[in-house]
């Protein structure tokens, strides 16, 4: 005989939101308590768990429970992710609004981080790391084919490798909120955090213009830095249309990102925007997708609108981090729960809940589990039989 969701007992219920959190979908960590935990639970009770307690973290407060410790290095970052919604209580087909159903995810993750390098006038990595000039590496970073290159990595002893700051704890934020509510969160969650303490502060992101009015907002005295793998993607694509010959492409890719890794992103502007001008092309014109100079424009507007955020010598001597590689690992974290042409959730209480509930799950802080054991009065903690006296 199944349970219906206020019976089960708190442990139970913490095991299917832990489940609920970790699990692709319902049904599958319906299927797990049963063949595991040998409890039989349907798909709507686990569905309904979850929900009750993702929504009861997004009222949770979030000034409570102060971090004690002031972090050396902190460091905030933020990225949207896609999540497709429907309406409440209808079919999988209807999306709000008659819209497809895609919106976009605000996520944010606060680091408290550990510099390997004391801060000082030196540079600790002058020279492009090996990663970022080896064809198979940036294939990778740019989802684009491997070029067909000579070039070679180098063994293990020329290797060049920056050890930037090394995280110690990090927590998560994941909202449907916009970003004006969800630059207030994260503030707040930066303040119990303490990072407006610390002397070392660090807000990393791409060139999403969101992601710098919250900068702008709510974090003006942590430094702005421009992930440094988003630069290489727009870098890589303007070198490789500047030629026929992928080896020359490839050599024009690793001075410009050489170029831009030693601060000197002024000097590849200036370069690529002569290139623009005997080639004819007028930067503010708008080109079409297949113009084969699309790259090398786009590139010039991206590098040209965040030079004031691409300093990544006085980064490193800072002992900041110059990318926001864990964010883009975080968001696909967040988007493989959530996010699949087969998933849908209502908007908005489905979504958001789903949402709160991961970030409490991939926090490092333990948040979920207090939260679990801290829920007085709710219907799945089990209550006694009062005793009656006469």
Known sequence: MGFDSRQITPELASAVVFLAAEIRSFERAAVVVQRVLKQDLSTSTVRRIAKDVGLELAEEPDDDDTEAVVPQVAVVSCDGG??????PEHGRGVCPSGENGWRETKNASLERMTSPVPIDDNDPCPDLPTTFRTAARVATITEKPEPNTDSLSGDDANRVLYQGPRRVLRTVLSSM???EDFGPMMQREATRRRFFESKQRAFVGDGLA??????KNHFRSFVPILDFIHAIEYVFD????????????????VHSITLCWQGRVDELIRSWREVCRDRGIALDEKLADENPNK???DAVRYLSNNRSRMDYPTYRRLGLPVTSSPMESLVKQINLRVKGTEMFW????????????RAASLSDDGRLDRHLATRPGHPFVRRTTPTITT
């Open 82 to 87: 896609r999540i497709r919604t429907r309406e």
């Open 177 to 179: 909120a916009c970003s």
């Open 210 to 215: 969101w992601n710098w009015t919250i900068w």
């Open 238 to 253: 303007a070198a490789m249309c500047l030629t026929d010959r992928e080896e020359e492409g490839w050599d024009i890719y």
């Open 295 to 297: 790259p090398l424009v």
């Open 346 to 357: 209502d908007d908005p209480d489905g979504a958001e809940a789903i949402l709160r509930l």
